[in-house]
């Protein structure tokens, strides 16, 4: 998710939630996620040598912001590191 600020905030998605409500004769619906976040500011960086944005999934964001509407986020994947540097086994690197 982009924050204000343009800042890309990062996180793991715990439930869907869709909300119905009626309203003027008509059904309507939203969709929220409820989301575990990763510390964006001791927890995001970027690698240096392949320009690869990298999350420490050991760190969490300690405030408690945990829904996001469907329309607010693009979906990534999260990979670990394949080899064996003992100083990137808390990272995962973040593919959009």
């Given at each position: 998710?982009?924050?204000?600020?343009?800042?890309?905030?990062?996180?793991?998605?715990?439930?869907?939630?869709?909300?119905?409500?009626?309203?003027?004769?008509?059904?309507?619906?939203?969709?929220?996620f409820?989301?575990?976040?990763?510390?964006?500011?001791?927890?995001?960086?970027?690698?240096?040598?392949?320009?690869?944005?990298?999350v420490?999934?050991?760190?969490?964001?300690?405030?408690?912001?945990?829904?996001?509407?469907?329309?607010?986020?693009?979906?990534?994947?999260?990979?670990?590191?394949?080899?064996?540097?003992?100083?990137r086994k808390?990272?995962?690197?973040?593919?959009?």
């Amino acid at each position: 998710m982009k924050a204000i600020d343009g800042k890309e905030n990062y996180d793991i998605l715990q439930d869907v939630i869709e909300l119905y409500y009626v309203k003027d004769h008509g059904t309507y619906f939203t969709t929220l996620f409820k989301c575990d976040w990763f510390d964006s500011i001791n927890g995001v960086s970027m690698h240096d040598t392949h320009k690869l944005m990298d999350v420490n999934h050991t760190k969490r964001y300690p405030k408690y912001d945990l829904f996001v509407l469907i329309s607010q986020v693009t979906p990534v994947c999260f990979m670990s590191y394949p080899m064996q540097d003992i100083g990137r086994k808390d990272w995962w690197i973040v593919l959009k």
